[in-house]
């Protein structure tokens, strides 16, 4: 069965630094999404991507956040500067087009800023 | 805007007893509904989904979930629990013709007494 795939699993970080986390989506998939889920919260939507563009995002999506798919196979999720509260589970989502269509879940990268 | 709530945050049970989780949603109109499932170390999986027609849709591992308009509610069910049904559960909705992003509750853990 296809699975989303999300590396590192686990990344620690200095405040400051920049981070990128990285994500393979499901290969016939149009649709990229990155959520985060803060210790105690609720899984939020950041950001979604489809034709090489931003198609939606969240007042959390701030300019020190980015989306890129470098190439066919790799989505990525950039931090420029890390703050103590970007420390959360970010999940990587996949989806074909459709409205009606699953979104593929990754088993999240646990980002940690100290 | 809309939100998800699941008002219990963990919830204790038998195995062999049966299951209900709580889901309410605040939104004007009927809107996509999903179920899905964290086990340690995954990422999320779809248990379910509800677009339209029979109000009662039934999922994968044996786990059915109950659309009630008049209530906001879509609860989910399972006649018989497992030792591997121990894990979160989370509500989400997606509204239609409004983006692909997902809202989600806050989660209900489960854990199973053997």
Partial sequence: EP???QTPSHQVTQMGQEVILRCVPISNHLYFYWY?????????????FYNNEISEKSEIFDDQ?????PDGSNFTLKIRSTKLEDS???????????????QYFGPGTRLTVT | AQSVTQPDIHITVSEGASLELRCN?????????????QSPGQGLQL?????????????????????KRSQSSFNLRKPS???SDAAEYFCALKI??????????????????P
């Fill in chain 2, 96 to 113: 239609k013709a409004a983006g692909n992003k997902l809202t989600f509750g806050g989660g209900t853990r489960v854990l199973v007494k």
């Fill in chain 1, 88 to 102: 959360a589970m970010y999940f990587c989502a996949s989806s074909g087009l459709a409205a009606t269509y699953e």
């Fill in chain 2, 81 to 83: 629990v497992h030792w």
């Fill in chain 1, 36 to 48: 985060r889920q803060i210790l105690g919260q609720k899984v939020e939507f950041l950001v979604s």
């Fill in chain 2, 25 to 37: 949603y605040s939104y004007g109109a009927t809107p996509y509904l999903f179920w899905y499932v």
């Fill in chain 1, 65 to 69: 956040f980015s989306v890129e798919r």
């Fill in chain 2, 47 to 67: 248990l379910l989904k509800y677009f339209s027609g029979d109000t009662l849709v039934q999922g994968i591992k044996g786990f059915e979930a109950e659309f």
């Fill in chain 1, 3 to 5: 699975e989303v795939t």
